[in-house]
């Protein structure tokens, strides 16, 4: 019984009857995965008792081909469309942490689970902190904590009865779960009524943040009263140190953040760890700026959108001058990004969740599409402002950058000017791609180092140009000699003793 209320499938076998699905697709974490055979047991006796008692229309009692998936093939927050597309599903139940990224084809129905929470210590730990602040409190969560919302705001209320009367002042406010339904071919997702509605949805606008009062973040929504800012108010975080938090850390980085840890029943309000992301992230912007190849790393194939991000970035990398190569690779990890030496950074094209990668055991520095925007737009200046979705810089103007400067730039990195290349020499390429490559790997020949007392002439602008720097290009052949040369016998015998080393010994 426990099971099936952690896991829905009372309200799973709802949605796949209304939808009247024929093949489902459960998308599981690893974390998970351990009760995947239970879930889909407990899934199908659902599925059958409600044929038997006919609830689903004549003619619609077709069998449900439930389908487990595992190993993702990007991170386990979005939905798996690649995976489901193998077996031809119809729709996808994604079960655990999800950063609610809208889907491209599929239909997808969230199940967030139940982590256990002491709900009377969260609302005792909130209301004594609140009443040290003297600000309006906000208070958002992660998704796997949103059954226990409503009891939470009934504790806090019985909290500030037991003080009489002295958080009158105070204000919590709570975020809204967007829904647990999500059909691809709308913009916004449907309300099932179990979460809340939240109304129609806008987009965000704006570098991630509403023009009004409605801002949304990992799946989560909600309204402020006219004239607020989010920096009027003590942000409260009920979750996990995780990629959703940090997410909150670094899109509000000039709110005030605590975060109660379900786990260890206590409140955290030391976030300078989380703190130290954004210098980080600010100093892989100003080397993002002195590379030359980029290399652009496909990180989803679901996401909504991130066809034109990809376009969107291609444009910006090759207006600043430099080369773009498209790289889908799956899971990115050290050792798959050493592959490809010649990339001076890459940018990482995924959910907001799984795009900030702590590239530090990497070669080359990893960077996000906004980080992207503000290093290979010249003149452009960090705000502070910090933008994870990459939808919401799609809907944002694009920035100018044809009409650059051609002078040398700062490198503060470097700590000189470096000349960058020709702006017009990308413009310029062949689309052949044999002769666009015979043409590099020819002018790669040909670099010459036209100031070499006052600039840092740049490296390499091309992965043609890159392994014609190299000192090692494989195996090398002689074509002075054409003819074939005789084949020579190797050595024989294990190689413990091989059995011309034996003769020896035996003379």
Not at 118 to 141: D, P, R
Not at 376 to 405: C, H
Not at 485 to 495: C, N, S, V, Y
Request: glycine residues 8%.
């Amino acid at each position: 019984m426990e099971l099936e209320l952690n896991y829905e499938i009372a309200l799973t076998a709802d949605f796949i009857r209304s939808g009247n699905f024929s093949r489902v697709a459960l998308q599981f974490p690893d974390e998970l995965l351990k009760d995947a055979t239970q879930v889909v047991k407990a899934l199908r006796d659902r599925l059958e008792a409600g044929s038997e008692s006919g609830r689903v229309g004549s003619g619609d009692d077709k069998e449900v081909g439930l389908f487990v998936m595992a190993d993702t093939t990007y991170g386990s927050c979005c939905v798996d469309e690649v995976g489901a597309s193998r077996i031809d599903a119809d729709c996808v139940v994604h079960y655990g942490h999800t950063c609610l990224s809208p889907t491209s084809n599929l239909p997808a129905f969230f199940v967030f689970g139940k982590a256990p929470i002491n709900i009377s210590n969260c609302a005792e730990n909130l209301s004594a902190y609140a009443l040290t602040q003297g600000k309006h409190i906000m208070v958002l969560f992660g998704l796997e904590y949103s059954y226990a919302i409503q009891k939470i705001k009934e504790a806090l209320m019985l909290e500030s009865s037991k003080l009489n009367g002295s958080t009158s002042n105070l204000e919590f406010h709570f975020a809204d779960v967007m829904s647990s339904v999500m059909n691809p071919s709308k913009d916004c997702i449907t309300s099932t009524g179990l979460l809340g509605s939240t109304g129609n949805f806008t987009a965000n606008e704006g570098f991630g943040k509403a023009t009004g009062t409605r801002y949304n973040i990992g799946g989560l929504v909600w309204n402020l009263p006219e004239g607020h800012r989010m920096e009027d108010y003590l942000l409260v975080w009920i979750g996990a140190d995780n990629s959703a938090f940090a997410n909150v850390v670094l899109t509000f980085n000039g709110c005030d953040i605590v975060r109660y840890d379900a786990v260890d029943d206590r409140l955290v309000t030391d976030l300078s760890q989380q703190r130290r992301i954004l210098k980080r992230r600010y100093y892989l912007v100003e080397k993002a700026k002195d590379s030359n190849i980029v290399g652009l790393l496909v990180g989803t194939l679901g996401v909504a959108g991130y066809l034109h991000m990809i376009r969107q970035m291609k444009e910006l990398i090759t207006a600043a001058g430099k080369k773009a190569y498209t790289l889908v690779m799956g899971r990115p990890n050290p050792a798959k990004l050493a592959n490809f030496p010649e990339c001076d950074v890459f940018v990482y094209v995924s959910c907001a969740q799984t795009a900030l990668l702590d590239s530090k055991e990497f070669l080359a520095p990893v960077i996000t599409p906004f980080e992207a925007m503000l290093a290979f737009n010249r003149g452009s200046q960090w705000t502070g402002a910090y933008v994870m979705e990459f939808r919401d810089l799609i809907s944002s103007s694009p920035l100018e950058v044809k009409n650059q400067s051609e002078e040398a730039r700062f490198s503060f990195l470097q700590g000189g000017y470096i000349e960058d290349f020709d702006l017009k020499e990308n413009g310029e390429e062949d689309e052949d791609g044999a002769l666009a490559l015979a043409c590099a790997t020819e002018k790669a020949l040909q670099v010459r180092e036209k100031h070499p007392n006052s600039l840092i002439p740049g490296t390499a602008k091309s992965g043609a140009e890159f392994f014609a720097a190299r000192s090692y290009h494989g195996l090398e052949m002689n074509s002075n000699n054409s003819s074939p040369e005789p084949f020579l016998i190797g050595r024989t015998g294990k190689a413990s003793g091989y059995e011309h080393e034996k003769s020896k010994e035996n003379s």
